[in-house]
């Protein structure tokens, strides 16, 4: 239907909107069509060029940088070394230089690392302040939803802490859309590397038979539903699956990330993690979202800190599980919409 704000005036009005775009069907599945990107100038950040333009990126620094060399009139390269032709490896060429025009080779680099996250030998959760103690029972519970060799995506925030509480014995193939496959913890402060990073710009590490790519082939796994998992955070969800979580109308973000991606996935179980209610105590599980939506019937399982719904196709939502203290009348009272409940529904978490 078009109209999403693409930019917006200083008073927080839509200031140029986007224009609608067409729906075709494939395979019974609605997809909406878009235009390639495509530009006078590219610019792009190599770890190594060759002399003849041929460009070799480092670790997850890969992400959008391959697939927008292929998309600019011309393409301007800064890179960190300049080699001569032949030392890198054609196995390690990941843009042959047809598509390069220029090369320039920086100085005096200072790699920011934008969110350093790191974990502690000596962690302990009995420190911390209650709103983080009640994201980790989310979290706790979100973990449970591993199954030994699956694929699966973890959101920025809460549902990346996921994965630091996967089942011993337990293996999860972590993969996050700038281009890695299988994720490690979060390092320590002496694992640090700028040039690896999630989706969410997190410092992380990789696991033995983990392997990087670029952000269009992490792209494909995700659309052809390679994934079995994604576990996201939400602002609302619908009693029918709905998921608004990418922006709040007159606030800037810097993008939607990969979430539409992920919910639209055929074959892949979509979990949103997050509190019941706002900071105001509004629910945040309505009859229908008021915010703009990320995918539409697309959420399967929804875990809050006080309980876990099922979303039933064709009927709404089902209460499975109920947090410690938590009854089915609390749920009810901080609840936006009707729901039904499982006869074997207990505390769980």
């Known amino acids: 239907h078009g ?56 670790a997850s620094a890969n992400n959008f940088n391959a697939p927008m060399a292929t998309a600019g009139k011309i393409t301007i390269v800064e890179a960190e070394e300049i080699v001569p032709v032949g030392e890198i490896s054609p196995s390690e060429i990941h843009i042959p230089g047809i598509h390069v025009h220029r090369i320039v080779k920086g100085s005096a680099y200072e790699k920011r690392v934008e969110k ?33 060799g699956m694929y699966a995506n973890l959101g920025i925030g809460m549902p990346m802490l996921a994965s630091n509480y996967i089942e011993p014995g ?51 796994m995700v659309r052809s539903s ?10 609302e969800v619908s009693q029918t699956g ?14 939607m990330g990969g979430a539409m991606d992920l919910v639209s996935a055929a074959n892949t179980k979509v979990v949103v993690t997050m509190d019941h209610n706002d900071k105001s105590g509004h629910p945040k599980i309505l009859e229908k979202c008021t915010l703009p939506l990320t995918g539409v019937a697309c959420v399967n399982r929804i875990i809050t800190d006080k ?33 039904d409940v499982a006869a074997d529904v207990a505390e769980t978490y």
């Open 170 to 220: 337990t293996t999860v193939h972590l993969q996050s859309e700038n281009g890695i496959l299988g994720l490690g913890p979060f390092p320590l402060q002496s694992q640090v590397d700028p040039d690896l990073i999630n989706a969410g710009k997190e410092t992380v590490t990789i696991l033995p038979g983990g392997s990087f790519f670029s952000s269009d082939t992490s792209f494909a």
């Open 226 to 235: 390679r994934l079995d998992l994604t576990i996201l955070g939400g602002m």
């Open 116 to 148: 350093m996250t790191v974990r502690h030998e000596d962690e302990s959760h009995a420190d911390l302040p209650p709103a983080m103690q009640k994201r980790i029972k989310i979290i706790r519970r979100a973990a449970r939803e591993f199954k030994d």
């Open 3 to 58: 109209g999403t704000p693409i930019k917006h005036t200083s008073d927080g009005a839509t200031e140029i909107a986007a224009a609608p775009r067409e729906v075709r069907t494939f395979n019974g599945r609605d997809y909406v069509m878009e235009t390639s990107i495509t530009g006078d100038y590219a610019l792009i950040k190599a770890w190594k060029a060759d002399e003849l333009g041929n460009l070799m990126f480092k």
């Open 307 to 339: 309980c876990v719904f099922d979303v039933v196709p064709g009927k709404g939502l089902l209460l499975r599980e109920l947090a410690t203290g938590v009854s089915v009348e609390d749920v009810k009272a901080s609840t936006g919409c009707s729901f």
């Open 242 to 255: 709905d998921l608004a979580n990418w922006i709040i109308p007159g606030k800037m973000v810097k993008g």
